[in-house]
Nanobody, 123 residues
């Protein structure tokens, strides 16, 4: 069974930074696109970022462009989301996700999912 385990969430002041990591196991990691979604209370799940299996292609949601950076290490089966210039509206549970391609991943359908990690940004 595929396992995706997130870490790095927490509480930070507006303008600060956090780095989320996701460790994957029981899948052919280097063959999968990886990404992040988030969901705030009372809101729908939102696409945040995706990276292709090779790392050569990245996609970002409009609300995080220029502030968040996604990267991956295929040797360690990890994907990282560096979040800078955080805003209170970035507060949400962040989920790591895996799918066959970045296009499929962005739909949120048929993905593998982690359990999520809470990010709280105070004003």
């Amino acid at each position: 069974q595929v396992q995706l385990v997130e870490s790095g969430g927490g509480l930070v002041q507006a303008g600060g930074s956090l780095r989320l990591s996701c460790a994957a196991s029981k899948l052919t990691y280097s063959s999968y696109a990886m990404g992040w979604f988030r969901q705030a209370p009372g809101k729908e799940r939102e696409f945040v970022a995706a990276i292709s299996w090779s790392g050569s292609i990245q996609h970002y949601g409009d609300s995080v462009k220029g502030r968040f950076t996604i990267s991956r290490d295929n040797a360690k089966s990890t994907v990282t989301l560096q979040m800078n210039s955080l805003k209170p509206e970035d507060t949400a549970v962040y989920y790591c996700s895996a799918a066959s391609t970045t296009q499929v991943l962005r739909t949120g359908t048929g993905n593998y999912w982690g359990q999520g990690t809470q990010v709280t940004v105070s004003s």
